[in-house]
């Protein structure tokens, strides 16, 4: 029998304008002990359906049909008597943002204690004791003193890790995980998907894990469903599902992720064209069918189409899916011919390039002499995690802020100490930006052509009105959006369309270099290929340098010519992308792959897990800044002396105290399995 | 160029929460309050309506209402209706002139101190933590009593103790917007400062300070009144609600009309900013 | 938090110095001079010239603050008590002690003869209000954000606008129709004079409610809005699908939160009470403070306007420190 058993779920919203069926038709099983993961993207219902579950969607949702029969008992019908036993009981949830879901004004010890009360009515001792245990198991570092401290004295993984804790202090039979990793480091989010297996076998527990990346949840679930516009559209086994995708929404969703090995020259993204629709409008045949390649009409948009068993346990929502078998074959038009590599003038050149911030009476190197060079025409691209200064390189290059020391030469000047207002105005519109946020990037106040027009004229390309509105036409063009466009308002466009507006705008000058910090990190995954096809293909049309700022090494190998690897503020291994992603590694670099999700269960990974947390920018060792947790560390030499900077030849640079010869005998990471 | 596109764009973004207000019956009732006194403002000089200095000595024997004085008369024998609608008129010119003369240099001193930091911003902070330790009556009445009761000192006055309190929002607010990625889009094409706090920043404080702009008429409303009756409201002859109450408030126990109706009229106004402010938030709320 | 509050004093000390002199400042614009304030409206030109310049009048604007600063903290002795000058002024403390704040001109005393009795009648009224307020704005303000869009919610809205929207004078006039006029179950002045046939408690009946309703209801909003926004907080929905009973999720995890931005509103409520009473007390007729500090602006009594607003500012700004330092205590975050 089914832990859960949803039947036929359609969840409704009373809205201003009437109401709206997030979910209109939901079915799934789930058996005790199983995990499975369900993938959607923002706006498709995964949280909807998620609260729905536990019952919790505030004054305006309700469930409107089917039901959620849960061991053996409909939650759609519960009494508050029963929901209480039922939530945090039997039913835990882990949530996206464990920063927020903690209690700012309890103690960690206090809110972990409520729930062996609140369940079995503990005593304080007990709950006490139970809360202890729980933390240790979860991995916490000395429970007893993280019990009385409050949320915001843990790191952003440890919080998880409380929040993972009280999820399991009842012995739940089912836990829900929202996104539980969106938002942490990739090396943090590596070791909290390894600790939800580990807890998986230890206590038993059913998972139901959503999310809207492939990747964590191929490292973490059985069995993966695909949510499209409050449907279930495909349904399998993950081996089956990564292998042979049966439904043109999940082809979609693995075309536009970068496979571990692939890169722009030889299997370019492919994207989805067009966005979510919004809840509730969707077709009611196919929710996928406006954005389906090869929707037929009189096929797809005829009935409601039901699901289909494909095969054993492989089920799919597709008219069409005995047709889509074949793989779609690679448009060869969209890939990017390689540049030579040899001989390319170098645009940018960092010569230990250090901004420091006074804090009281210390100081925070948020950048530590970095030197690296950029080409013409080639993509640069720069990966750490949080903390590790990308970003300041990013504003000081771009003239955002100024560095304290170092030399930085863009196009013949050096511009290290130079903000935007003390270079010359064509220095300005040479060197321009995107953001990463498209929320922010654009002044809500303004509409989108705004701009664009007035970087036009700041930037002395266009002064006439008629030349002006002919340019920014042409730019819009450029980024694939329709003229029209330039008097709406930011809040009218998808993140999407707010990100090329983005790039149009920075376009817009002619730059000789551009700098993208990371300009897709939070737009949809069917929309991030489209942004990084286009930035790729303007990028390579106007020949201009682009320099890559991303936390994301599947992206990074993807569109990437050199990449340098950044760790705290210092350069921990820089070269071509092709020698960073084989031996021989920095240890850094190393840990960094194999903490990457990988989209592919076929795949195997060396698996190295990172101790401890990134230490505080203020208080770093004198020696390697990675020596506090690395894994190879060889010694006080590591603590005490920089590490020398090792040539593996043909521009590969790795900083480490490790000889050459031992960090060549490294294992690949990704491997595939025989 | 900069100046015209600026507030093309705040007229073309204000519409939407006007087309917006029917949906708050809320706002609407308040709005509708607002707009009867102001009707009747304009509309003061045209109505047949007694003189309101003019004194009735007839009507004095029974001040009460007849169908000469349809409210009555004050203790003076003046027509109740005739000086609460002209004593409207005044209440609606300075309150809402009070009020922007404040944001204007609220909004300065906000912007400077946000954008700039620093200095600049404690120097404004400071200074406008003086002001705002203040009980705001007991700096009304010490400064009215030693500058004079008028229309234009009390202007000075509600500038004086307001502004700061619309530098401190705008202030938060511009901190807040200086970390948004269009900021640094505009020093990317090498805006000037001005140009990115008047374009750039300014009118995206605007959601927050209408609701303020309202609430602060309304209390701003509530202060001439109060300062009417303290005596230091407009000099008589002028009709002037606040103070024809505390003309009227000895006789209260024989005559309760008098100081009744000026009452009412005031608090009418006064709820009709606070239900609008109060439909203004709930509608930008529901966004 | 030593330090912190140390810091703290230092600057309320500051903000109190540049106050009282921007009060001076004011002051200089109202017509009419202490000499002839002092004399009386009687006294002829040349007396009132004489006694200018004895007191030094003509002396620039800083030196005559110092001077009276240097009164105020005991180091200089004050003028107009100098038996030179025949004003027979005397004040039994002395014409040089800490804390002298001068001699009233309008009362023709000692300026700390005048003004504790008063200040005592005002703090009794005051407190009173602000025992109603608490409870009151708390228990409308938590229910309706409880129930954030509910038609509780909707009515205790409704009823705190209409309540924030009656200035006090206004609804001193309401109240005393009510009561006063049509009822005859109150008094309409409060002297706190118990020969005038109310008792002292029927006397601060209306003042206490006029005070505390305005108050209460723009308090009442605040608590609602906190209430309101904790309720949607993530946190909120951990601890209720965590299976916590309703009433814990109320007490322990949402009321704590909701509660720390309102304190600092509710303890700057007596800034405004300060503001309040000056009309309370005029309309009542009560011999308070408000009402002295109004009489005195009125009168151009400078001595006395100084001292009120030195009092007044010192309350507001003590208040100010209470409440950030109560922050500090109740939000974790702020400790560090």
């Given amino acids: 029998m089914s832990l859960l058993s949803i039947r036929n779920l359609r969840v409704e919203y009373t809205t201003a304008r009437g109401t709206v069926a997030a979910i209109p038709e939901f079915s799934l099983d789930i058996a005790q002990g199983e995990s499975f993961g369900l993938v959607g993207e923002s706006g498709c219902g995964k949280s909807t359906l998620i609260m729905a579950i536990m019952g919790y969607m505030g004054r305006n949702g309700r469930v409107a049909g089917g039901e959620i029969l849960f061991e053996g008992r409909d939650l759609a019908r519960a009494s508050a008597e029963e929901w209480r036993k039922i939530r945090g009981g039997r039913i835990a949830i882990v949530y996206q943002e464990p920063a927020t879901a903690l209690n700012p004004s309890m103690t960690i010890g206090q809110q972990l204690m409520e729930v062996p009360i609140a369940h079995g009515g503990a005593s304080t001792a007990e709950a006490r004791t139970r809360a202890e245990r729980v933390l240790a198991d979860v991995h916490l570092p000395d429970p007893d003193s993280v019990m009385r401290r409050y949320p915001h004295q843990l790191s952003g993984g440890q919080k998880q890790r409380v929040v993972i804790a009280m999820a399991l202090l009842a012995n739940p039979s089912l836990l829900l995980l929202d996104e539980p990793t969106t938002g942490l480091d990739v090396t943090v989010e590596a070791a909290v998907l390894d600790l939800l297996n580990e807890l998986r076998e230890k206590y038993g527990t059913a998972l139901f894990y959503i999310s809207h990346n492939l990747g964590v949840i191929a490292q973490v679930c059985d069995r993966i469903g695909v949510m499209y516009a409050g449907k279930l559209v495909e349904d399998a086994p993950a081996a089956a599902l990564f292998a042979t995708p049966r439904h043109p929404y999940t082809r979609g969703l693995l075309g536009s992720l970068p496979r571990p090995g692939a890169d722009k020259h030889t299997h370019p993204l492919v994207s989805i064209p067009g966005v979510v629709p919004s809840a509730g409008r969707a077709p009611e045949s196919c929710g996928f069918l406006t954005r389906c390649a090869l929707a037929q009409p009189g096929v797809c948009d005829a009935a409601p189409v039901p699901m289909e068993a494909v095969s054993g346990g492989h089920l799919v929502r597709c008219a069409r899916w005995a047709e889509v078998e074949a793989p779609a074959a690679t448009p060869a038009s969209a890939t990017v011919a390689p540049i030579a590599q040899e001989r390319a003038e170098i645009v940018m050149r960092a010569d230990e390039v250090s901004r420091m911030f006074p804090v009281g009476k210390r100081r925070l190197l948020a950048n530590d002499r970095l030197s690296f060079v950029a080409k013409r025409g080639h993509v640069l691209a720069i990966v750490g995690e949080s903390g590790s200064g990308k970003s300041t390189f990013a504003k000081v290059l771009a003239g955002l802020d100024a560095a304290t020391s170092g030399r930085l030469d863009v196009l013949g000047d050096d511009v290290a100490g130079k903000p935007v207002r003390k270079r010359t105005a064509a220095k300005v519109a040479a060197v321009q930006m995107v953001f990463q946020n498209p929320d922010g990037t654009l002044n809500p106040s303004h509409p989108v052509g705004w701009p664009l027009a007035r970087a036009l004229r700041k930037f002395g390309i266009a002064r006439e009105r008629k030349d002006v509105d002919a340019r920014v036409a042409a730019l819009l063009d450029m980024v694939r959006l329709p003229a029209s466009l330039r008097h709406a308002l930011p809040r009218q466009l998808s993140g999407g369309q707010k990100q090329r507006i983005a790039i149009a705008r920075a376009f817009a000058g002619n730059p000789e270099l551009l700098v993208a910090d990371e300009p897709v990190s939070a737009l949809d995954v069917s929309v991030q290929a489209a942004v990084i096809n286009l930035l790729l293909r303007i990028q390579a049309e106007h020949g201009t340098t682009l320099v890559f700022i991303s936390h994301d090494l599947g992206l990074v190998r993807y569109l990437a010519d050199e990449v340098v690897v950044m760790y705290l503020g210092q350069v921990m291994e820089s070269g071509p992308v092709a020698a960073l992603f084989d031996p021989p590694y920095h240890p850094y670099t190393e840990a960094l792959l194999s903490a990457v999700p990988v989209p592919d269960p076929s795949l195997r990974t060396t698996r190295i897990r990172l101790e401890g947390e990134i230490p505080s920018p203020l208080n770093v060792p004198p020696g390697c800044r990675f020596a506090t947790r690395c894994p190879r560390k060889l010694g006080a030499v590591c603590d005490d002396t920089p590490p020398p900077a090792r040539d593996a030849g043909n521009d590969h640079v790795i900083h480490c105290h490790i000889p050459l010869e031992r960090l060549r005998q490294s294992e690949p990471v990704f491997r595939h399995a025989s | ?287 | 938090m030593i330090r912190y509050i140390l810091r703290r004093a230092v600057e309320m000390l500051l903000t109190l110095l540049v106050a009282s002199f921007l009060v001076f400042v004011v002051t200089e614009f109202s017509p009419g001079n202490v000499a002839r304030k002092t004399l009386g409206a009687f006294a002829l030109q040349s007396q009132v010239d004489l006694l200018y310049e004895k007191l030094h009048l003509n002396d620039p604007l800083m030196v005559r603050y110092v001077r009276w600063l240097g009164v105020l903290t005991g180091t200089v002795a004050d003028p107009l008590q100098d038996p030179a000058l025949k004003l027979d002024f005397k004040d039994p403390r002395g014409d040089r002690y800490f804390g002298n704040f001068g001699y009233s001109t309008m009362y023709k005393a000692p300026v700390n003869d005048v003004l504790w009795d008063r200040l005592g009648n005002t703090a009794l009224l005051a407190g009173l209000a602000f025992a109603v307020i608490v409870p009151l704005s708390l228990v409308l303000g938590v229910l309706a954000g409880m129930n954030a869009g509910s038609v509780l919610d909707r009515a205790l809205s409704t009823v705190s606008i209409v309540m924030t929207s009656i200035p006090e004078f206004a609804l001193g006039v309401l109240l005393v129709a009510i009561f006063v006029v049509w009822l005859h179950i109150l008094p309409g002045t409060s002297p706190l004079d118990s020969h005038s046939g109310w008792s002292i408690a029927q006397q601060l009946v209306l003042p206490v409610a006029v005070l505390a309703i305005y108050d209460a209801g723009y308090v009442a909003r605040m608590v609602r809005t906190s209430m309101a926004e904790v309720m949607a907080k993530p946190y909120v929905r951990t601890a209720v699908l965590k299976g916590l009973p309703r009433h814990r999720v109320i007490l322990r995890h949402a009321l704590r939160n909701a509660l720390i931005a309102p304190f600092t509103v509710i303890l700057l409520q007596i800034n405004w009470l300060i503001g309040g009473v000056v009309v309370t007390e005029l309309v009542f007729a009560y011999p308070g403070f408000g009402r002295m500090l109004l009489d005195a602006s009125l009168f151009g009594d400078v001595s006395l306007i100084e001292a009120a607003t030195l009092i007044a500012l010192f309350v507001a700004t003590s208040t100010q420190l209470l409440s950030d330092v109560g922050y500090r205590v109740l939000d974790p975050q702020a400790r560090r």
């Avoid at chain 2, 764009?9 to 006194?37: H, N």
């Avoid at chain 2, 509309?43 to 009735?56: I, V």
């Avoid at chain 2, 409201?233 to 009744?260: C, E, R, Y």
């Fill in chain 2, 1 to 287: 160029m900069s100046a015209p596109t600026a507030t093309e764009s705040a007229g073309r973004a204000t519409p939407s929460l006007w087309r917006r207000l029917p949906s708050s019956p809320v706002a609407m009732v308040g709005l509708g309050i607002v707009l009867f006194w102001i009707v009747l403002a304009l509309a003061a000089p045209l109505l047949p309506l007694a003189a309101p200095n003019a004194q009735d000595y007839m009507a004095m024997g029974h001040p009460g209402s007849s169908a000469r004085h349809w409210l009555g008369v004050d203790p003076l024998g003046r027509d109740l209706l005739s000086r609460i609608i002209w004593g409207g008129r005044t209440v609606l010119a300075v309150a809402p002139l009070a009020v922007i003369v404040a944001y204007t240099v609220g909004c300065a001193m906000g912007l400077l101190a946000g954008y700039y930091r620093g200095w600049v911003d404690a120097a404004i902070s400071r200074a406008a933590d003086v002001i705002l330790s203040f009980p705001v009556v007991v700096l009304y009445v010490i400064l009215i009593a030693n500058i004079g009761p008028s229309a234009l000192n009390i202007v000075v006055a509600v500038v004086l103790a307001s502004a700061p309190g619309i530098a401190r929002i705008v202030r938060g607010l511009v901190l807040s917007l200086m970390h948004q990625e269009f900021v640094a889009a505009a020093y990317l094409r090498r805006e000037s400062d001005v140009f990115v706090m008047l374009v750039e920043l300014l009118p995206n404080c605007r959601g927050p300070l209408i609701t303020d702009f309202c609430l602060r008429l309304g209390y701003t409303t509530i202060t001439i009144g109060t300062l009417g009756f303290l005596g230091l409201g407009l000099p008589p002859p002028n009709p002037d609600w606040g103070g024809m109450v505390k003309q009227a408030t000895s006789m209260i126990t024989v005559f309760p009309h008098m100081s009744l109706y000026p009452t009412l009229a005031l608090v009418s106004l006064i709820l009709g900013f606070n239900l609008l402010a109060d439909g203004i938030t709930e509608l930008s709320q529901a966004d």
